[in-house]
């Protein structure tokens, strides 16, 4: 077998640019968490079913345990770490502290990240199409009602 | 003046900004200087012996820094209780389970890591095996212990009362047997850890836990070390579910690994570890023969109960006895024999698990309704009738000092419409209840009580330092919450420190439901004691006496006259001037029967007080499907007391989808030889948000007279419960009761079509 070759790959992060020298089989996950020390996208079943790893691409929910780091490069990528503005929260990591939608928080950053892009695509979703959005990001803590509430909140529809 | 500033009202957590923006560190998270990756080596074989344990080749390849066999460690055996030590953390002579840690290698990269692995060559004299209860009390079943004949663990004996003269009293008797598998932990966060030695020898260590304590001195038994070279450091926790609570052969291995390679290790498991090697949930089989009058009034009860334990003790003792007291807890009973075996199996290890025992409390609440059926009662009055009240004493000799199960009941059955639905819905259409209590804290020998420790700022500010874990339920805020409250300060004032070992004083952990109840008032007298010492020295310059004064915002103020008043700050200043201690100390021992012991003498103060809860379950079933559609669940709790009422109904809706929805629903291990089939969310099916239904909260307080603020604790009574409530509603729906769980659309489509053709 041909031993894979590292590849000097830029990425961009959260509107800043960073090169990486990594070898072609290494997710996306893995590059965030290991060489660039984003650690909010979490790994919690390794296959592309929990949504932890959760992150934008192009605005996109990604998982990013499924995403070789090589497939996006010049893209932009946006992890938990690039929503708030400084100090300030982003309307949906607001929403969800005020409304409680976050116990042991594993599953937050990609359930946060999720919203993100479905209120972008959908500003006004429906419960039904919240809990559809959500589907792909397992809570284990909350039941998910309060998300769902702290989604709601922001779609205008509170309870 | 409201009562409280910040005790019963809707509160941010603390800790959820930080959680919100990615900023909490889990175990998995950390980097430390020169780490390296830790991997672990498992049997492939549920029961063999170990004949010789090869690990040259992975010694010699680059990059592989340390390897560690049973030869690494001390051999003792470890355990819950003096009588369960049988668990060696890497084993010696045998390993008992497909999955049981072997050998362990710490190198450079994971693929290197995982190389070596491949390196080691073990060689095992396979054994045979038993898969189940059965198998294993079979008269010529192979044994895993020599120390357990019969591969009997723990045998709980529990007998109050006259059995014979209840079950003759009786109008009406029933004996039904109900069984359901294993089921699985799932939190988010898979275990990982870390560990490091510093040159003079000290210990510091990461891992997910319900308490560092729980988690220090086993290890400093284990590793032989003083207890003060073990630090078990705080970390965010992604949920433990009762998961977390003991000492774990990952913690072992990673502290032998990184002493061995003089560099900090870090273990982090895979989806499928998480399942198999941390811990399970008990199967059960359990039968159940009930006596009740004419009125539906339980007059005797005889449960004999199997649970399949795994390869392990673990918690063992207790988790036999749970799932009984939780149910003697919650319903009157006089003449009751409970008969609780747990047996030894060739499979992964069986710990506590939040809803620990649906074959059994669905058991018992769906043989109540099934009673009351031929007796002409609904469920809803057979509950009433036998429900718990305050100041009874359960079987077991605990006093109850507080109850509100027949409120949580009534005001269920209000919400839910019963007296309207039931028998009157449609066909395939059902309702179901469920009831439940569980305790707060037993008898945990030395580390059964919590000590807090207050440390005041020149400016106002506190320090609060106690070893209260907080694994997702929002802990931590309810540390600031009761601090900023009887200080009078915000919590913005307010830093913690818990759950490190090295700092924080002994607490039992986030563990049977005990931090509101015991770390919550240790935190309380700390703060209490400290600000006594402030009101001292306000009374002197404000010319009052100590009595007549109170403290908010910042602020220590004539109660009647709240202009008088001086900061918080000033009096700190002028204790420190005066030489004076401005520090507080609390410690909180419950109230429960030291003597008390699971096995030995199951009797006396089990817990100071208990929680108890309802849940009412509305479902309809697609009969062509089997499918369930839940339409709305019902649930409610005597808390004691609400200190933050959104935390309470995040716990009450967790636990619904935990116990009712996932756990009479979908999940349940499935199984090969010991192997377990499902160890992943792609086939284990915890619920996703589209499954859950709408859930009304109903919070009751009762007050505890010794909670603090009269709380006790958040949510458990209802996750106990939740899977009667939907047990009964879908054998309400389609009128068949059903024995074995969790009720999965196959056996809900076979119950409905041999009920067609009977009829």
Known sequence: MEECKNQVLTLTVNDETYEVITAPHRTLLEVLRDDLHFTGAKESCGEGVCGSCTVLVDGSPARSCLTLAVAVEGKAITTIEGLARGDKLHPVQEAFVTHHAIQCGFCTSGMILTTVALLQENPRPTEAEIRRALSGNICRCTGYAKIVEAVQSLAGEER | ?759
């Not at chain 2, 059926?373 to 507080?402: C, H, I, W």
């Open chain 2, 1 to 759: 003046m409201e009562k409280y500033a910040y005790i019963g009202k809707d509160m941010k957590r603390i800790d959820t900004s930080l959680k919100a923006t990615g900023g909490v560190l889990f175990a998995a998270d950390l980097s430390l200087p020169r780490l390296l990756v830790g991997k672990v080596l498992r049997s492939p074989y549920p029961h063999a012996r170990i004949l010789n344990i090869d690990t040259v080749r992975a010694e010699k390849l680059p990059g592989v820094k340390a390897v560690v066999t049973a030869q690494d460690t001390c051999g003792d055996k470890w355990g819950v209780f003096r009588y369960t030590q049988d668990q060696q953390f890497l084993p010696t002579e045998k390993v008992r389970y497909v999955g049981e840690e072997v050998a362990a290698v710490a190198a450079v990269d994971e693929d290197t890591a995982l190389e070596a692995l491949s390196l080691i060559d073990v060689q095992y004299e396979v054994l045979p095996a038993v898969f189940t209860i059965a198998e294993a009390m079979a008269p010529e079943a192979p044994q895993l212990h020599e120390v357990y004949p019969g591969n009997i663990n723990i045998h709980v004996q529990i007998e109050v009362g006259d059995l014979e003269k209840g079950f003759a009293e009786s109008a009406l008797v029933r004996e039904d047997t109900f069984t359901a598998p294993e089921d699985a932990y799932f939190m988010a966060e898979p275990y990982a850890v870390t560990a490091q030695f510093d040159t003079a020898g000290n210990l510091e260590i990461w891992m997910p836990n319900a308490g560092p304590h729980l988690k220090a001195k086993p290890l400093s038994n284990v590793l032989k070390m003083p207890l003060n070279k073990v630090r078990v450091r705080k970390i965010a926790i992604g949920g433990a579910f009762g998961g977390r609570s003991e000492i774990s052969p990952a913690d072992v291995i990673c502290a032998l690994l990184a002493k061995k390679a003089r560099r900090p290790v870090k273990i982090v498991y895979t989806r499928e570890e998480n399942t198999v090697a941390t811990r399970q949930a008990h199967s059960m089989i359990t039968r159940i023969k009930t006596g009740v009058d004419r009125d539906g009034k339980v007059l005797a009860r005889d449960i004999t109960c199997h649970l399949d334990g795994g390869a392990y003790s673990s918690t063992g003792p207790i988790a036999v006895s749970v799932p009984f007291l939780c149910m003697e807890q919650a319903y009157r009973l006089d003449n009751v024999r409970y008969n609780g075996y747990r047996i030894l199996t060739n499979k992964p290890i069986r710990g506590m698990f939040r809803t620990h025992g649906r074959a059994f409390a669905c058991g018992v609440d769906l043989q109540l309704d099934l009673l009351g059926q031929e007796l002409g009662l609904d469920p809803l009055t057979m509950r009433l009738r036998n429900a718990r009240q305050t100041g009874d004493y359960t079987p077991t000799k605990s006093f109850v000092a507080s109850c509100g199960l027949t409120e949580t009941i009534q005001q269920t059955g209000e919400k839910s419409r019963w007296r309207e639905k039931f028998g009157k819905l449609p066909p395939y259409h059902g309702i179901g209840i469920g009831c439940n209590s569980v305790q707060t804290g037993f008898p945990m020998g030395i580390r059964g009580g919590s000590q807090a420790l207050i440390k005041l700022n020149e400016d106002g500010g506190a320090t609060v330092i106690t070893g209260i874990v907080d694994n997702g339920q929002g802990n931590d805020h309810m540390i600031v919450q009761i601090a900023a409250e009887e200080l009078g300060i915000t919590p913005d004032d307010i830093q913690l420190i818990t759950a490190d070992t090295e700092v924080t004083p002994s607490d039992p952990g986030s563990y049977s439901m005990c931090e509101t109840f015991i770390g919550g008032n240790a935190v309380r007298l700390a703060a209490q004691d400290v600000k006594k010492k402030l009101f001292k020295i306000a009374a002197e310059t404000l010319g009052v006496g100590e009595k007549d004064l109170s403290a908010r915002d910042r602020k220590i103020f004539v109660t009647e006259n709240p202009t008088q008043s001086m900061s918080m700050a000033k009096a700190v200043r002028i204790g420190l001037s005066r030489n004076e201690s401005i520090s507080g100390e609390g410690s909180y021992w419950p109230n429960v029967d030291s003597k008390r012991e699971w096995v030995k003498n199951p009797f006396g103060q089990l817990s100071e007080t208990f929680s108890f809860g309802t849940v009412i379950c509305e479902v309809k079933v697609d009969p062509e499907t089997g499918q369930v559609e839940v339409l709305e669940v019902t649930a409610a709790q005597d808390v004691g007391y609400a200190l933050n009422p959104k935390v309470i109904e995040g716990q009450f809706e967790g636990g619904i989808a935990m116990g009712g929805q996932g756990g009479m629903l979908s999940e349940f291990l499935q199984w090969h030889e010991g192997r377990v089939l499902n160890p992943t969310q792609l086939d284990y099916l915890v619920p996703l948000a589209v499954d859950m239904p709408k859930i009304n909260n109903i919070i009751v307080e009762t007050i505890d007279p010794n909670g603090p603020y009269g709380a006790k604790e958040a949510g458990m009574s209802v996750a106990m419960s939740a899977a009667q409530a939907y047990c009964g509603a879908i054998c309400n729906a389609i009128g068949v009761d059903l024995h074995e769980f969790p009720l999965t659309p196959d056996k809900i489509l076979k119950a409905i079509e041999e009920k067609k053709s009977k009829s």
